[in-house]
Nanobody, 121 residues
Framework: QVHVVESGGGLVQPGGSLRLSCTAS????????MGWWRQAPGKQRELVAT???????NYGDAVRGRFVVSRDNAKNTVDLQMTSLQMDDTAIYYC???????????????WGQGTQVTVSS
């Protein structure tokens, strides 16, 4: 079993910055891809950013150029640096990790509980 825990959400004014962090923990596992998704009230969950163990990144159109995802493979952590935040960025942000656990054949995705980000003046 792998646990994914986010931290760093909160309230920020438009134009401000915020940093989210996420850690995957457990025993005998490796993480292929980690990243962030978000869900605003009344909307579907959407991609924010992901990064592979090799450092390849992928960003959602709404955040490209404003958000930066980074990862520490040794610590199984992924961070999201958010800048130029807009009210439309208000959402619950979920961390996701695509994990290979010892003894299993396939990868399995694990989600965190989510952290609220509110952009408001």
């Amino acid at each position: 079993q792998v646990h994914v825990v986010e931290s760093g959400g909160g309230l920020v004014q438009p134009g401000g910055s915020l940093r989210l962090s996420c850690t995957a923990s457990g025993s005998e596992f490796s993480v292929k891809t980690m990243g962030w998704w978000r869900q605003a009230p009344g909307k579907q969950r959407e991609l924010v950013a992901t990064t592979t163990a090799d450092g390849d990144t992928n960003y959602g159109d709404a955040v490209r150029g404003r958000f930066v995802v980074s990862r520490d493979n040794a610590k199984n952590t992924v961070d999201l640096q958010m800048t130029s935040l807009q009210m439309d960025d208000t959402a619950i942000y979920y961390c996701w990790a695509n994990v290979h656990e010892s003894g299993r054949v396939n990868y399995k995705g694990y989600w965190g509980q989510g952290t609220q980000v509110t952009v408001s003046s």
